[in-house]
């Protein structure tokens, strides 16, 4: 018999008895698929729910209501902005010092998912700048009070690609280059951008030092008209670009040193910013598409209700719509479950054990290679859904059209991604001594 005392272990964890799975309420909560719980005690979970999960559900209609005006605009609309701001979430993850709640890392999952859920583009920026304050939490203390000391509320966009190049300068970096995919940019007052420091030809020499370098509005451009694209386009990720800034050193920090832990020493006492960044960032892009993916199922039961073929097939008797329809919701709930679990079970890890090594590479790259697998079966449900959908499903007046396009596009995102993945674990598993550039 396998036990794990529920007093012991962080309220989302799932606890194994006798080889039965006994939900907490949080995780409980996390199987909600279609605004259905899962569990006959729906009133306890929803006692549980962060109140920043509840105020997207009471802020449901305005949320959809903003998905086709974003799209429309190429850029968050003020509405909606409002509902994820008002809403709280974006400091769930956010150091207590600096105003944040310090939340489970459940709590952001669910709310990401629950606003991606009711507008894809949302949920994309909640994922994405949503996880941000983690990694600002073990920055150096002065640029954490740059960030937050005026306004707790402050966004962050990013990308990490190492776009820039960066030369050494006094006390700092004379930094330039240009980034695409800055979600939710236009909102933001701040940005971390990824970048390698070189010597003044441009040349590097030796290992690559590649660091986040962060840069206060007006010392970068957002540039306009850089946003063309198939799907979530309301995330507004235009390119960003930077001309010659000078970067004071206190407002960069190592890739490595984020990824590895080395600044977790910042807060010390605080399992939840000694979980692996790169593991943390794929379960928040993951989050997105998966909440995603239960909006469009949702729209796709909604169809289904009423399809009947020129053929006379009733859709919601088919057993081919049907069978689509089990897997991916199957698959859906799986993967939320594997996600906040893994995550749930490390903290309870580093909790119990505070002078434990780190998670380690081996768990680190087995939680990407079944992250991306269940986003990826996620990802070929809809597909499949789609597919027996018919014609009528590719129509513009219906929301299902605009749901798949939304997901394929966050699809291609690197942290959804299968294949670098996969060898990037089996080369470990097998001590090939291949090395692989993966966030993990």
């Known amino acids: 018999m396998q036990t794990v005392r529920a007093d012991a272990l962080d309220p989302a964890v799932l606890c194994l008895d006798d080889g039965h799975l006994v939900l907490s309420c949080r995780l409980a909560a996390t199987l909600r698929v279609h605004g259905r719980y899962r569990k006959a005690a729906g009133a306890r979970d929803r006692s549980h729910m962060h109140k920043a999960i509840e105020y997207i559900r009471q802020h449901a209609q305005v949320l959809r209501d903003e998905h086709v005006p974003s799209d429309e605009c190429g850029v968050l609309t003020e509405r909606a902005r409002q509902v994820l701001d008002k809403s709280g979430g974006m400091r769930l993850l956010q150091a207590r010092s600096h105003g944040g709640f310090e939340s489970a890392p459940a709590d952001f999952f669910a709310w990401v998912r629950e606003a991606a859920r009711y507008n894809p583009s949302a949920g994309w920026i909640a994922g994405v700048v949503g996880v941000h304050p983690w990694e600002i939490a073990l920055v150096d203390p002065k640029l954490q009070d740059e960030i937050y000391g005026a306004n707790p509320d402050t966004w962050v966009a990013s990308p990490y690609a190492p776009q820039g190049r960066a030369v050494r300068e006094g006390d700092g970096f004379r930094f330039s280059g240009r980034w695409q995919y800055s979600t939710g940019t236009d909102h933001c007052d701040?940005?971390?951008?990824?970048?390698?420091?070189?010597?003044?030809?441009?040349?590097?020499?030796?290992?690559?030092?590649?660091?986040?370098?962060?840069?206060?509005?007006?010392?970068?451009?957002?540039?306009?008209?850089?946003?063309?694209?198939?799907?979530?386009?309301?995330?507004?990720?235009?390119?960003?670009?930077?001309?010659?800034?000078?970067?004071?050193?206190?407002?960069?920090?190592?890739?490595?040193?984020?990824?590895?832990?080395?600044?977790?020493?910042?807060?010390?006492?605080?399992?939840?910013?000694?979980?692996?960044?790169?593991?943390?960032?794929?379960?928040a892009i993951a989050a997105a598409t998966l909440g995603m993916a239960t909006g469009a199922i949702e729209h796709y039961r909604e169809y289904l209700q009423g399809r009947v073929s020129a053929s006379g097939v009733v859709g919601k008797t088919d057993p081919y719509q049907q069978q689509a329809l089990a897997e991916v919701e199957s698959d859906l709930a799986a993967g939320i479950v594997h996600i906040d679990l893994t995550i749930a079970q490390w903290l309870d890890q580093l909790r119990n054990a505070p002078d434990a090594e780190p998670i380690s590479k081996t768990q680190r790259l087995e939680f990407r290679r079944d992250q991306v697998r269940a986003v990826q079966r996620v990802l070929f449900g809809i597909d499949k859904l789609f597919s027996r959908a018919g014609s009528a499903a590719v129509w513009s007046t219906r929301p299902l059209e605009r749901y798949w396009r939304d997901i394929r596009t966050a699809g291609t995102h690197i942290c959804d991604m299968a294949d670098v993945v996969y060898r990037a674990w089996a080369d470990h598993e097998f001590q090939t001594g291949a090395e692989h550039f993966l966030m993990h």
């Open 190 to 283: 701040w940005v971390v951008l990824g970048g390698i420091v070189v010597d003044k030809s441009g040349d590097r020499t030796g290992r690559p030092d590649f660091r986040h370098f962060f840069l206060p509005r007006g010392t970068y451009e957002i540039v306009e008209d850089s946003w063309h694209v198939m799907g979530l386009s309301g995330t507004g990720s235009k390119d960003v670009r930077v001309d010659g800034a000078f970067v004071p050193e206190y407002r960069t920090v190592g890739h490595a040193a984020i990824s590895e832990g080395e600044c977790a020493h910042r807060r010390a006492g605080t399992p939840l910013y000694h979980l692996p960044f790169g593991c943390i960032f794929s379960a």
